[in-house]
């Protein structure tokens, strides 16, 4: 999903637990490498994901997977990024995101599954884009609040929710673990739109997160 502003060093929950003082990044992006994103029509975009197994959990390259995710994600200027928009075909998500109360969410989720809608929890029809689909963003209907279980990369069990923006951004990033982009959720005639201003827009975005990118790795090795 796309970026609101970043706050520099507050609050925040990390991992569903809150934390007094968090910096501007999360510390795993230091040690990432920035990465190509994915755009829709590549097939791992479009298709349920793998699960994580158990042997990866703990382990060096996963560790390393999160950190390249991050650090991609803050130069796309997103708030949240899932393993296939990085070309992986594993189910986990990256997330560092506000809610509706200016409350900062900062963490990953593997092997996530998102808790049945409270059929009295009111669905917020409100602008939402993709780091899959850049540039265009499109009005569609989430639920107000939301909450996803998986596990941390040790294995730990992790539990992430919230309402307003986060909350769609956990639903967002958890149907992209399960092969659905947001687009795929709007009408025939909306998504052709928005994929036509995807066309127009692209190349731009692609130079602007070249751009961010070669800024953020000199401002985390600062």
Not at 32 to 55: C, F, M, S, W, Y
Not at 162 to 170: D, I, Q, V
Not at 187 to 209: G, P
């Amino acid at each position: 999903m796309s970026e609101q502003s970043r706050p520099a060093q507050v609050a925040a929950v990390v991992q569903g637990r809150r934390v007094e003082d968090f910096p501007r990044f999360a510390p795993e992006a230091a040690r990432g490498k920035v990465r190509r994103i994915t755009v829709t029509g590549e097939d791992v975009l479009h298709r349920r994901n793998a699960d994580v197994p158990q042997e990866m959990l703990g382990g060096r390259e996963l560790e390393q997977l999160i950190a390249d995710m991050f650090v991609t994600m803050y130069a796309a200027e997103g708030v949240g990024l899932a393993a296939n928009q990085v070309g992986v075909d594993l189910r986990l998500f990256v997330y560092d995101c506000p809610d509706d109360e200016g409350v900062r969410h900062v963490g990953h989720v593997i092997n996530p599954v998102l808790d049945e809608r409270d059929l009295d929890d009111p669905v917020v029809v409100d602008s939402e884009g993709c780091l899959s689909v850049p540039g265009p963003h499109a009005e569609l209907g989430r639920a107000e609040h939301a909450t996803v279980r998986g596990v941390d990369r040790n294995g730990e069990p992790v539990v992430a929710g919230g309402s307003g923006y986060f909350a769609r951004c956990l639903q967002h990033e958890t149907d992209h673990t399960l092969g659905r982009l947001y687009v795929d959720r709007l009408s025939t005639r909306e998504r052709k739109r928005v994929l036509k201003k995807m066309n127009e827009m692209a190349n731009d975005v692609f130079a602007r997160r070249q751009e961010r990118a070669e800024e953020l790795v000199e401002e985390l090795s600062a």
